[in-house]
């Protein structure tokens, strides 16, 4: 059973482009949703989160929108770069008020070709 | 800082083999945890630590044993191997409070024959 869905499953975006990456979630007592990157051969590192109170969080070329009436979060990358190829994973977890444990989706490979 | 240490990075088993994946951080992080990362399932919690002493299962615990019995380290070990259990397995850490992102190791990439 998997909690939170992500899509699609690969992308091929052209050089200044811009990528979307959706996932959409069942459980309504997940309140923080992190997106990871991971490079061939690494862990995934994250990139950013957010928290279900604001609609919108953006650093730097990425931006995540929240739609918490429809359960539906995304990563938007502007101005796509050829270094921006990997594998993009969506989470979500619930505050126990200590250690979080995360639902990650099932992964976006982002290919930017130059 | 080294951060996250995973050993070793490849390992292939007969199956019924036991082995154990070692994990190390040297940032002093109170929660650690393992996940298993397979094709189109994302990566999925095996089990998890808040802290030396305690552990506690994931989402697929079946066939894996952890311990902590120190803040750096976090073993996984396989008792007797399956060739479900074939996978990459990444080991992460975190300062434990609020939403203190994971840093995760390298991964080990495991198959089992």
């Known amino acids: 059973q998997q909690q939170v869905k992500q899509s699609p499953q690969s992308l091929i975006v052209q050089k200044g482009g811009i990528s979307i990456i959706n996932c959409a979630y069942e459980?309504?007592?997940?309140?923080?949703f992190p997106w990871y990157q991971q490079f061939p051969g690494k862990g995934p590192a994250l990139l950013i989160a957010?928290?279900?109170?604001?609609s919108e969080k953006k650093e730097g070329r990425f931006t995540i929108s929240f739609n918490k009436s429809a359960k539906q979060f995304s990563l938007h990358i502007m101005d796509s770069q050829p270094g921006d190829s990997a594998t993009y994973f969506c989470?979500?977890?619930?505050?126990?008020?200590?250690?979080?444990?995360?639902?990650f989706g099932s992964g976006t490979q982002l290919t930017v070709l130059p | 800082n080294a951060g996250v240490t995973q050993t070793p990075k490849f390992q292939v088993l007969k199956t019924g083999q036991s082995m154990t994946l070692q994990c190390a951080q040297d940032m002093n992080h109170e929660y650690m945890s393992w996940y298993r990362q397979d094709p189109g399932m994302g990566l999925r919690l095996i089990h998890y630590s808040v802290g030396a002493g305690i552990t506690d299962q994931g989402e697929v615990p079946n066939g894996y044993n952890v311990s902590r019995s120190t803040t750096e380290d976090f073993p996984l070990r396989l008792l007797s191997a399956a060739p479900s259990q074939t996978s990459v397995y990444f080991c992460?850490?975190?300062?434990?409070?609020?939403?203190?992102?994971?840093?995760f190791g390298n991964g080990t990439r495991l198959t089992v024959t």
């Open positions: 992460a850490s975190s300062r434990g409070r609020g939403n203190s992102p994971l840093h």
């Open positions: 957010i928290r279900p109170d604001v």
């Open positions: 459980n309504t007592a997940f309140d923080y």
């Open positions: 989470a979500a977890s619930v505050a126990p008020g200590s250690a979080r444990q995360l639902t």
